[in-house]
């Protein structure tokens, strides 16, 4: 016997074999069931006791302790990663998402939408991805693998070409009963702004948001989140108090709004100059580089076409920051191998289950109007040893990096 909570859905236990609600988060309530079991016209079971068959006794002991509170309606929220296990343990289970109230936090309540999502989502993501030659053709495979080790291999996957017939991939997605579309590159983010707006849309493998008003749409940008790079910094160089960095803000000016958060919560302060042409940004790094203390300062390079101009800017910055002692860090792989101390790059998998994470997050709890932009977080460290060793940072093992440079 087992006391079904609170039920939001039409639901029969007989048909279902098992319905178990639990209150657990701000915005979140499980419901715990196979997602066939919900047919079209039955009756909403009441709040009373329901039988259950016996088979599934080992759910209600495993989930029972976490609805021993008081009000047998809420979840003691200290026991929510228990309680994460103990429904991870039957993969047969299904939760279904409705609002609650108790505070939470997003990271515990993405965990649980997540979990809400994964066994229900059959036909209901679908990944579109440029069809293109290497190396991003691996670049792309290696994110669909993460998206599919995510969802247990349950999305659809279309390659794209210029010339793809929009029409036809709606169509297929209709019959797929795709709920959420999952566009990588400019290719698949250029494909599904056509597409006719019925479908949440997760962007990844794009630096910017696509220059097309696009509603259902949460952009994950492959500049690495700025918190990330300045904890790396810091912990390379303790003494650390200031960071510079020149940004064109038709670029970036929603990573320099992250990063001065970033910086605030760090203890350092953030200096940033403003450019819009490549005069403006050599007339900034030339102000910074006849400031800069290289024992408590750093320099950031930002993914930002007009003030890391390859061919002007970033040879003079990596010359005159050598012979100041100055420490620069960037967002561009690329840049490490040409003598920047460091910088993080996509862990390329584990963006891909973040994607995923992020589709499921949609299909559990719908999604917004608005467009969002976020930063990269699920990264790898490239490092310049030769960079390190001149500044005489100690950094720890070489192998304590994902690449470092210069090769050995």
């Not at 079971?45 to 002991?61: C, R, Y």
């Not at 794209?160 to 566009?183: F, H, K, M, Y």
């Not at 709890?365 to 030769?386: D, F, Y």
């Amino acid at each position: 016997m087992f006391k079904i909570l609170s039920l939001s859905a039409h639901y029969s236990p007989k048909q279902a074999g098992l319905g178990v609600c639990l209150m657990a988060a701000s915005s979140l309530m499980i419901v715990a069931a196979p997602v066939r079991a919900f047919p079209v016209n039955i009756d909403t079971i009441s709040h009373e006791t329901t039988s259950l068959n016996d088979d599934k006794t080992g759910v209600i002991a495993a989930i029972d302790p976490y609805l021993s509170s008081p009000d047998r309606s809420r979840l003691a929220l200290d026991n929510i990663d228990e309680l994460i296990r103990a429904i991870e343990a039957f993969p047969e289970v299904v939760v279904y998402p409705i609002q609650v109230a108790g505070p939470i936090s997003a990271t515990v309540a993405r965990k649980l939408a997540n979990k809400i999502a994964e066994a229900s989502m059959a036909g209901g993501i679908a990944v579109i991805y440029p069809d293109i030659g290497e190396p991003y053709r691996s670049v792309f495979a290696q994110i669909i693998s993460g998206i599919e080790e995510k969802t247990k291999g349950r999305v659809v996957n279309f390659a794209v070409g210029p010339n793809v017939d929009v029409g036809e991939l709606n169509d297929s997605l209709r019959r797929q009963e795709t709920r959420v579309v999952i566009a990588l590159g400019r290719q698949g983010v250029k494909i599904a702004s056509a597409l006719d707006g019925n479908y949440g849309v997760v962007v990844g493998g794009v630096l910017m948001a696509p220059d097309d008003e696009m509603r259902n749409v949460q952009v994950n940008s492959l500049s690495p989140d700025p918190a990330l790079l300045f904890s790396r910094m810091k912990g390379m160089n303790p003494r650390l108090r200031r960071i510079f960095t020149v940004y064109d803000p038709r670029q970036n000016e929603w990573m320099i709004k992250l990063a001065r958060e970033a910086a605030v919560s760090q203890g350092l302060e953030l200096v940033a100059y403003e450019a819009q042409d490549l005069r403006g940004a050599m007339r900034a790094y030339l102000e910074i580089l006849a400031a800069v203390d290289g024992g408590k300062d750093a320099l950031w390079l930002p993914q930002d076409s007009t003030t890391v101009e390859e061919s002007t800017v970033l040879p003079m910055v990596l010359k005159e920051s050598w012979e100041r002692n100055l420490a620069v860090f960037s967002s561009s792989f690329g840049h490490v191998r040409r003598g920047v101390l460091f910088s993080l790059y996509p862990n390329n998998v584990e963006l891909g289950r973040h994607l995923a994470g992020s589709a499921l997050g949609m299909i559990a709890v719908g999604w917004s109007e608005k467009s969002s932009m976020l930063p990269l977080r699920e990264v790898l460290i490239a490092i310049n040893l030769r960079t390190a060793k001149h500044l005489g940072l100690d950094i720890g093992r070489p192998q304590s990096f994902d690449m470092a440079f210069p090769e050995q």
